[in-house]
């Protein structure tokens, strides 16, 4: 995770525009959970990276672990009661750039384990969530605004998406609650 100061640097440098159509969107476009090698695809990498003492089962299937949904701040046990969310959603993505992206650069971004962009939250935060962007939805666990704002700002610079004024706004409100 990149401090606030740099995730302010990438914020200031991100292009601003108006949120694209949302014509010739399907989630399909996107491949996610890809094969990440001994049976397991990017939801149980996830899932082992989030949690702590994690069972899996001999397909790579998590079962149960402690999980803390960085949204909501809930504690979970089973992993069927997690999602994995996109925290630049798929349908955001597609509306501030990704529409022009070819299968393999959506392929990446759906699967990305190097930055920012998966996480394992509580299934009904990221319900809650849906497609929206920092303007229109704020966790509600405020304490995890600083690590939230720095995680968008992070995947959007990375893969070169936009952000509206409004998303510009809150973002910038959520990298100032960080401590430094």
Not at 43 to 56: H, M, S
Not at 108 to 136: E, H, I, M, Y
Request: with cysteine; proline share 3%; glycine share 6%.
């Amino acid at each position: 995770m990149v401090s606030a100061a740099v995730a302010r640097t990438q914020l200031a440098a991100l292009t601003t525009g108006k949120p694209g159509t949302m014509a010739g969107y399907s989630r399909d476009k996107f491949t996610h959970w890809a094969e990440q090698g001994n049976k397991c695809d990017t939801r149980e990498v996830v899932l082992k990276r989030d949690g702590t003492d994690v069972t899996q089962d001999a397909e790579c299937r998590a079962l149960t672990g402690r999980w803390k949904s960085l949204y909501d701040g809930a504690t979970v046990t089973e992993a069927a009661k997690l999602d994995i969310d996109h925290m630049v959603p798929l349908a955001e993505a597609w509306r501030s750039g990704a529409a022009a992206w070819d299968a393999a650069r959506r392929k990446a971004f759906a699967n990305d384990l190097t930055r920012p962009q998966l996480l394992a939250v509580s299934a009904s935060s990221n319900r809650s969530k849906g497609d929206q962007s920092p303007d229109l939805w704020q966790p509600t666990d405020k304490s995890s605004w600083c690590q939230y704002g720095r995680a968008w700002t992070t995947v959007k610079s990375h893969y070169g998406l936009t952000v509206t004024d409004g998303e510009r706004a809150t973002l910038t409100t959520m990298i100032d609650t960080c401590a430094s």
